[in-house]
């Protein structure tokens, strides 16, 4: 009789919980409490000039928690249709460029049911004429990137120095239709802030990188990294996808014309002035 | 004749540079004039931006001077002095942009009747060095922010503070490099400076012919006129010491009147000087046939003529 009992239980309670568990992974999906030790991201690191001309990018991976399947650092360059893998040597792997090269990275890996993927873009301004190491995927490989889901920045192919005070545009590239409706979120100098909506396109959204002091104080090739993500549901999977960027300080924010234009009269008539009461010799001509 | 021939060809090249960038023509970065790169769509880039920049000039680290990397700095050099040897001195007076627009001003000026204030062979001796040290600090600033850590906004400190900078883009509609800066103190600094010294110079030039010439870094090519086949010379028994020469010079060179030679050498003398910008006006000015002469190799490009002036002369 108990043993029925039991039976009974179990079969009412497991589509019930089931039917929930789609719900349950949405709920998962809509909050951002995964960043950091949840899940896999980026760090740029070092971006050093060799001496035969070449420019490497390294870069630190972080993984996230309980990952069952092994790295993968895939990348394509020039937008050319072959794809290049890098070995990852524990945590860091690093991409070298022998011209100016627009690379389009992408790292990805899965932890159970839930699929970490972070892609990026830079360019590196190599120039060299020792070619670069660089080992083509397999094909099976490489087929991923077809259908690999992923957050991108629009307009990252033809320009690459992101500024702070600028509105960037991501996006979302997927072969399904997520379950709940997407949001993504921003960590900045370790803050997590959500991104408004495009309004006229619910999978855009916008963000504009606040102004930051130290990038000020820093050169203008001096960068911080910012990583956009998010977390979709598909078919009992999760997906957590990220886009780390470079960020500069912002070229034009800071101009002031109007003191340009008081330094330039300045200098002009503080020196016409000096001229003029100067002069004692006629032009000869005259 | 010369003299209009000349202002031909600055127009055509001032139009060369500016423009040409827009009908596909691209020639290096290594210019021997002021081809400015702060102006869009130009033909080409003045060779000191290079030399100030990393990897083809001195903003790069003391290992890859000694090594094979150091061929992306000797190229653009190289580059340059392909350039510049055919034509020496001609490249200011014949093709710069720059020099043109301070002929406008000239020019303007010379409608309104304003006098030209004079420089003296002092005040002109005392600034000859600022040019020599000005390239001394734009070789060694780039050679700090890459070894010794200086700031990065150090970067490129020549053009930061180049009256062309500025002046130049007008000529496409841009006027966004009349601003300062208040990024950061090394930015306020820098930009108030170059709006300063575009005024000084602005004032300069409009009061001096060729003011900006005697500042200029591509003197430079001085330093290497003895590989040049281009030369600039005097027949020292010829010459009457009218002083014509110095008089119609636009940046009052002396040392072509007063070079008398030395005793054991021939009547001719070389008297292309650091200041000289191959405008030839000299030449045309001086009265007696063959006393100065300008030559490629040993052909007669142009030399001094009674008849060539007193033509000239009596058409004015």
């Keep these: 009789m108990l043993l029925d009992l039991w039976k009974y239980l179990i079969l009412i309670c497991v589509p019930v919980i089931g039917s929930f568990g789609p719900f349950l992974v949405e709920a ?15 760090e740029f690191a070092q971006m050093k000039k060799h001496p035969n001309g ?7 991976v972080h993984r996230p928690e309980n990952q069952t ?5 895939l990348f394509q360059e020039n937008q050319r249709p072959e794809v290049y893998t890098v070995p990852l040597d524990q945590n860091t792997f690093s991409i070298f460029a022998d011209k100016p090269s627009s690379i389009r990275l992408f790292v990805f890996t899965r932890a159970g049911q839930t699929h970490h993927v972070v892609h990026t873009d830079m360019v590196l301004f190599g120039k060299s004429r020792s070619l670069a190491l ?14 690999l889901p992923h957050i991108f920045l629009v307009g990252s192919e033809s320009y690459y120095w992101h500024q702070t005070g600028i509105p960037l545009t991501f996006s979302l590239k997927t072969q399904f239709h997520p379950l709940h409706p997407v949001r993504f979120h921003v960590a900045d100098n370790h803050q997590i802030k959500p991104l408004a909506a495009d309004t006229l396109n619910p999978l855009q959204f916008v963000y504009t990188p606040s102004h930051d002091k130290q990038l000020r104080q820093a050169g203008s090739t001096a960068v911080k990294h910012n990583t956009v993500f998010t977390c979709l549901a598909h078919d009992k999977k999760l997906y957590h996808l990220a886009y780390t960027f470079q960020l500069h300080r912002s070229r034009h924010a800071f101009e002031n014309y109007t003191a340009g234009a008081i330094a330039l009269a300045g200098g002009f008539l503080v020196f016409a002035g000096w001229v003029i009461k100067k002069r004692k010799t006629p032009w000869w001509k005259e | 004749m010369v003299e209009r021939i000349r202002l031909f060809s600055q127009h055509v090249f001032f139009i060369v540079f500016m423009y040409g960038g827009r009908f596909g023509i691209h020639l290096g970065s290594a210019l021997p004039c002021f081809s400015c790169p702060f102006v869009q769509g130009c033909a080409g880039h003045c060779y000191l931006m290079a030399l100030q920049r990393t990897h083809v000039g001195f903003q790069t680290a003391f290992e890859v001077f000694f090594s094979s990397a150091f061929v992306h700095v000797l190229w653009p050099f190289a580059l340059f002095l392909i350039l510049f040897l055919p034509l020496s001195k001609l490249w200011c007076a014949w093709l710069c942009p720059f020099c043109l627009f301070q002929d406008w001003i000239t020019l303007i000026r010379k409608r309104l009747h304003i006098r030209e204030f004079s ?6 001796n005392r600034l000859k060095p600022v040019k020599y040290i000005l390239l001394a600090l734009l070789i060694l600033i780039p050679l700090a922010i890459a070894n010794l850590g200086l700031h990065p906004d150090w970067g490129l400190p020549f053009c930061q503070i180049c009256p062309a900078r500025p002046i130049l883009p007008l000529f496409t509609g841009n006027v966004s490099n009349f601003h300062i800066d208040m990024t950061n103190s090394v930015t306020i600094g820098f930009t108030a400076t170059a709006m300063i010294l575009t005024g000084v110079f602005l ?16 003197a430079l090519m001085h330093l290497f006129k003895k590989l040049s086949p281009f030369r600039f010379e005097k027949n020292v028994h010829a010459c009457t ?20 030679g030395k005793n054991h050498m021939p009547g001719a003398v070389d008297v292309l000087t650091q200041d000289c910008l191959g405008c030839m006006n000299c030449v045309e000015s001086c009265p007696v046939d063959n006393a100065l002469v300008f030559k490629w190799f040993d052909f007669k490009i142009f030399s001094s003529s009674r008849q060539y ?8």
Excluded: Y
């Design chain 2, 119 to 124: 420089m003296s062979r002092q005040v002109r």
């Design chain 2, 309 to 316: 002036m007193t033509r000239k002369w009596s058409s004015k």
């Design chain 2, 241 to 260: 010491g009218c002083g014509n020469c110095e008089q119609m010079c636009p940046v009052d060179i002396a040392d072509v009147h007063l070079e008398k």
């Design chain 1, 134 to 147: 660089r080992t083509l995927a397999k094909p099976s490989e490489a087929a991923v990137l077809k259908t």
């Design chain 1, 28 to 42: 998962r999906a809509a909050d951002h409490t995964f960043w950091n030790k949840d899940m896999l991201h980026l």
């Design chain 2, 203 to 218: 004032a300069g030039i409009f009061f001096k012919e060729r003011f900006f010439c005697v500042f200029c870094l591509l």
């Design chain 1, 54 to 60: 070449q420019v490497s990018q390294t870069f630190i």
């Design chain 1, 69 to 73: 399947d092994k790295i993968s650092v």
